[in-house]
């Protein structure tokens, strides 16, 4: 046991040198010495600064600041910005974990399903939903704020030959396949009578527009 420490907490060693003297400010929070000779030793915890408070002192608020839901659905009461063409960008929008995870249904190999008396049911395992593959598919704005929506490609989930990581940033070309062959046609098809002259039928006529 330590006998030649003080123990203090910060309103202490304020108390301490309350009278504002030269010497006992010197050697209190220069020198770390109590006026009994002992080195100070600060306990920054709030143990000792501790105050009891009641529930009913307590005012309870909520800010969100963010949050991430994911559908296969989507279902909003505004309408939802598509972007007719890819979003490039250095690092996917999610390129960190953010700590939600989605169970990925693993397929049975050629091996298993053929294999006598073999497995029959599929395994789904917990995957880091920062770790699939996706792009920003749209954008959603309000008084309130702005929310991007993400679209997920499950299927490309692979691991870069190089960083042996999970590569959730899709390559241009991947990118401009599925805009040019996917989703700028079905935006075609269920355009109304109004806005259909206007809808871009290919990547080259959305960026002679813009």
């Known amino acids: 046991m330590v006998e030649d420490v003080t ?5 202490q060693m304020i108390q301490l040198s309350g009278d504002r003297n030269s010497n006992s400010l010197l050697n209190t929070f220069t020198c770390g010495r109590h006026r009994d000779g002992h080195h100070i030793c600060l306990n920054m915890n709030m143990e000792l600064d501790g105050i009891k408070v ?4 307590l005012l309870v608020t909520v800010d969100i600041d963010s949050l991430v839901w994911v559908t296969r659905s989507l279902q909003f ?20 974990n953010n700590h939600v995870y989605v169970d990925i249904l693993v397929p049975q190999s050629e091996q298993d399903a053929c294999a006598l008396g073999g497995h029959t049911e599929w395994m789904t395992m917990s995957f880091p939903l920062s770790g699939v593959p996706h792009t920003t598919f749209g954008t959603l704005s309000n008084a309130s704020g702005n929310m991007h929506v993400y679209i997920c490609f499950p299927r490309m989930i692979h691991k870069d030959e190089i960083t042996h990581r999970h590569a959730s940033r899709i390559p241009k070309e991947i990118l401009d396949f599925f805009w040019e062959n996917i989703l700028l046609p079905a935006i075609c098809k269920h355009a109304d009578v109004g806005s259909a002259p206007y809808v871009s039928l290919t990547l080259d006529e959305v960026r002679f527009k813009a």
């Open 7 to 11: 123990i203090l907490s910060a309103s």
């Open 54 to 57: 009641a529930s009913e002192d």
């Open 77 to 96: 009461s505004t309408p939802l910005a598509i972007y007719l063409g890819p979003i490039l960008e250095e690092k996917a929008p999610m390129h960190k």
